[in-house]
């Protein structure tokens, strides 16, 4: 009898040590799956948030294709891509441009300033002060450019790194827009994957009502952030358009 328990013992310890083997290497393998994922969470959050909020199109395309959920993911995709970094190359050469003309202009001619406006003095609170630094600039630039030398550095490098910023957000978008495209691919079976787990989490009643909750929040959510942005980039693109249309006319 005791020969038994001591050899029940030994497999009951066996057995335990197995376990904590298994669990602490499923637990080292994670931590080091989010230490790679963890520098592209950003990323990995946008394209979730876009693939929910645009399957529903993406559910209207597959209906028109043969249920071919790839061809309509890759379809949508590439029109985002062209809604969205059309503008951009559009508004990147404009800045471009206008940079270069700017530069070579300065070279060329020096840095001529305009007076100020009367009307500029009458601005509220700083319209006086205002008034004043620009009509100093104005009768004598180079030493006003001396002066100021410090903030005028500082301002452009404030200038660099807001358009440097936004080239990356804009690229990350673009990314993000990419791999929503493949989540969208498999959509069907990720929904009912994420179902499944609020169920366990939550039970059968609250489960499903929390993912239909969820799901359309996010939708809600995305769908006023991308509608805004979508009228701030048309408007940047048509206001850019406008002052190329008008450099052009008035250009020699």
């Given at each position: 009898m005791q020969t038994n328990t001591e050899q029940a013992r030994k497999l009951f310890t066996k057995d335990l040590t197995d376990v904590w083997i298994r669990l602490g290497v499923i637990a080292l393998v994670a931590f080091l799956c989010l230490r790679i994922v963890a520098p592209f969470q950003g990323l990995l959050l946008w394209a979730l948030i876009l693939a929910v909020a645009l399957y529903p199109i993406h559910l209207r395309l597959v209906k028109r294709l043969d249920q071919r959920q790839g061809l309509a993911a890759t379809l949508l995709v590439l029109v985002g891509l062209l809604l969205i970094g059309g503008p951009t190359v559009m508004l990147g050469s404009s800045f471009a441009s206008h940079v270069q003309d700017t530069m070579h202009t300065v070279e060329s001619q020096g840095i001529k300033l305009e007076p100020p406006p009367a009307s500029v003095a009458e601005w509220p609170l700083i319209g006086k002060k205002v008034h004043a630094v620009w009509a100093a600039a104005v009768d004598?630039?180079?030493?006003?450019?001396?002066?100021?030398?410090?903030?005028?550095?500082?301002?452009?490098?404030?200038?660099?790194?807001?358009?440097?910023?936004?080239?990356?957000?804009?690229?990350?978008?673009?990314?993000?827009?990419?791999?929503?495209?493949?989540?969208?691919?498999?959509?069907?079976?990720?929904?009912?994957?994420?179902?499944?787990?609020?169920?366990?989490?939550?039970?059968?009643?609250?489960?499903?009502r929390l993912h239909r909750l969820a799901t359309a929040t996010i939708r809600s959510v995305a769908t006023g952030v991308i509608g805004v942005a979508l009228i701030q980039a048309l408007l940047l693109v048509s206001v850019s358009s406008s002052r190329t249309c008008l450099g052009r006319v008035s250009g020699p």
């Open positions: 004598n630039t180079a030493d006003f450019l001396q002066e100021h030398e410090p903030q005028i550095k500082q301002f452009s490098k404030a200038i660099l790194a807001f358009a440097a910023n936004t080239l990356v957000g804009v690229l990350t978008f673009l990314g993000s827009l990419i791999i929503s495209g493949i989540m969208m691919a498999y959509g069907e079976s990720g929904s009912g994957a994420m179902q499944r787990i609020m169920i366990r989490l939550t039970g059968p009643s609250k489960g499903p």
